[in-house]
């Protein structure tokens, strides 16, 4: 029986890990579940559930929590400190990292430096400050379990592999909904039309970065974390039918790819039973019914947030976080309506633009990094 503590247990990572241990009660239980406002989707979590402990990041909704709760076997933790406390728990074996944004950097590195195995699906984790992540696993021997697709998909082609033989790897993405669009269209993109994704069923944040093309950069940065790879050894395709989720090339010219049906359970299910596998977690891919299987390369004229993630990796230390920090934000103001969807690209590369990168010598550094790109990139919105 292992026992899950999920830090962001109400997004879409978080309800998708809960429907992956709800099939399996002999296997897995949950002791600690997290949110920053949805406190009604928690309250329910929580009583379904049974868990000794939540954590809630938003105060008012901490207190509507709490009350709620009051009587039942359930201790309401508050704020950062809480966060922590929650990803730290004794008895946690496995700690499910599905906070979207900086927010989740402390409580993942705490929960890491505790020695919990991290099923990691907070890409901006790695993107920040993923020398300190790296250096910290290989220290104290803490397991990262890639959750992200992709990443999944490259843990489990590389599994027995002699890393030696590897050329490269191939990172796979849908195109998003605005594939084939050029620039000048894109221009007219409303956030309800970026949030029609053709395969994938996500939070917002996660799908607008799909559209921009953002979320495969993010990508490539955490994959050269996770697996050591310069960006050179990074290749990205553009994949529409969403069936191979990555793939692996090695020297002798031969390929390794991971396919299923577009469905986060089965990685979420990989990264929580590792190096088992879970009966009937996703629905069989039936090759039969397919009608073909296409890549292509990203059109980064039209869609420049992929080249700032490359331009990022490559100035590397704080650059990273900037990049990630500015893109939040630009997004944040497109789903509000204040910006267009080109110029998320823009407000971007302006704050890059104006970073002097510093040495990530510390969480601190990649934190303070994070807070300078957001309040240079609301300047920049505003101006």
């Given at each position: ?12 990572i ?25 406190a ?18 938003d ?8 009350d ?24 946690a ?9 900086c ?23 790695l ?7 790296m ?28 890393r ?11 195109g998003g ?60 395709l ?9 793939m ?5 010219g ?14 979420i ?22 009608s ?21 990796l ?6 990273p976080?900037?990049l ?60």
């Amino acid at each position: 029986m292992k026992n899950v503590v999920i830090l962001g247990s109400t997004g879409s990572i978080g309800r998708s890990t809960l429907e992956v241990i709800s099939k399996f009660p002999e296997r897995f239980r949950v002791i600690g579940l997290s949110t920053n406002t949805s406190a009604d989707r928690l309250i329910e979590q929580a009583v379904v559930f049974k868990v000794p402990y939540v954590a809630v990041s938003d105060e008012r909704a901490y207190l509507k929590v709490k009350d709620a709760l009051k009587g039942k076997d359930t201790k309401v933790l508050s704020g950062k400190e809480g966060l922590v406390e929650l990803a730290c728990l004794e008895d946690a074996h496995t700690v499910v990292a599905a906070i979207v944004g900086c927010v989740g950097l402390i409580p993942t590195y705490e929960a890491m430096r505790a020695g919990k195995v991290i099923a990691l699906a907070n890409k901006e984790v790695l993107v920040a400050a993923g020398s300190i992540f790296m250096r910290e696993s290989s220290r104290n021997g803490s397991k990262i379990l890639p959750v992200d697709s992709e990443h999944s998909a490259l843990f489990q082609c590389l599994l027995g592999q002699d890393r030696g033989a590897l050329k490269k790897i191939v990172l796979t993405a849908s195109g998003g909904p605005f594939h084939g669009l050029k620039r000048d269209v894109l221009a007219d993109m409303t956030a309800e039309l970026a949030l029609k994704h053709p395969n994938w069923s996500m939070g917002r944040k996660i799908t607008i970065d799909s559209a921009t093309l953002m979320n495969k950069g993010l990508e490539v940065i955490e994959a050269h974390h996770l697996f050591g790879l310069p960006l050179s050894d990074i290749e990205v395709l553009i994949h529409r039918q969403s069936i191979i989720h990555s793939m692996v090339s090695f020297r002798d010219g031969s390929y390794i790819a991971q396919m299923s049906n577009p469905d986060m359970k089965g990685p979420i299910a990989f990264a929580l039973s590792y190096p088992e596998r879970l009966e009937g977690v996703m629905q069989d891919l039936d090759l039969s019914a397919l009608s073909g299987l296409t890549f292509e390369r990203p059109d980064l004229e039209s869609f420049p947030c992929l080249g700032l993630a490359y331009e990022a990796l490559r100035i590397g230390k704080t650059m990273p976080a900037v990049l990630n920090a500015a893109n939040e934000v630009a997004v944040s103001a497109f789903l509000d309506g204040i910006i267009g969807f080109n110029e998320i690209s823009v407000i971007i590369e302006r704050v890059m633009d104006v970073h002097e990168p510093l040495e990530l010598d510390s969480l601190e550094t990649a934190l303070e990094a994070d807070q300078w790109a957001r309040k240079r990139a609301l300047e920049v919105i505003k101006s």
